[in-house]
């Protein structure tokens, strides 16, 4: 069954930095729209961003535009998500997942998740 592994979460101050990653076990996912989606402590999960399967495609959810860069390296099985200008309104836990294209850029296939990545921002 094809699995993600989330990678690159931290503790940052506001302001600050971090690239995510998101490593699939098969290139199957080379064909598939990866997307980015973060839950925070009594929260709904919310997606993020995603990408298409060529890269061509990419969607943000407004909170993240123009701060957030998703991007994937097929050869790698891999999407990235640069994380830039981050806010305390950003900390969660960071899963990645395939998306149901069908139902928008922002609704996972499968509710099956990950530990995911925890990212913090605090001063």
């Known amino acids: 069954q094809l699995q993600f592994v989330e990678s690159g979460g931290g503790l940052v101050q506001p302001g600050g930095s971090l690239r995510l990653s998101c490593a699939a076990s098969?290139?199957?996912?080379?064909?598939?729209?990866i997307g980015w989606f973060r839950q925070a402590p009594g929260k709904e999960r919310e997606g993020v961003s995603s990408?298409?399967?060529?890269?061509?495609?990419?969607a943000y959810v407004d909170s993240v535009k123009g701060r957030f860069t998703i991007s994937r390296d097929n050869a790698k099985n891999t999407v990235y998500l640069q994380m830039n200008s981050l806010k305390q309104e950003d900390t969660a836990v960071y899963y990645c997942?395939?998306?149901?294209?069908?139902?928008?850029?922002?609704?996972?296939?499968?509710?099956?998740w990950g530990q995911g990545t925890q990212v913090t921002v605090s001063s």
């Open positions: 990408i298409s399967s060529s890269g061509g495609s990419t």
């Open positions: 997942g395939v998306v149901d294209e069908h139902y928008g850029w922002f609704t996972p296939l499968s509710d099956y």
């Open positions: 098969e290139s199957t996912s080379d064909y598939l729209t």
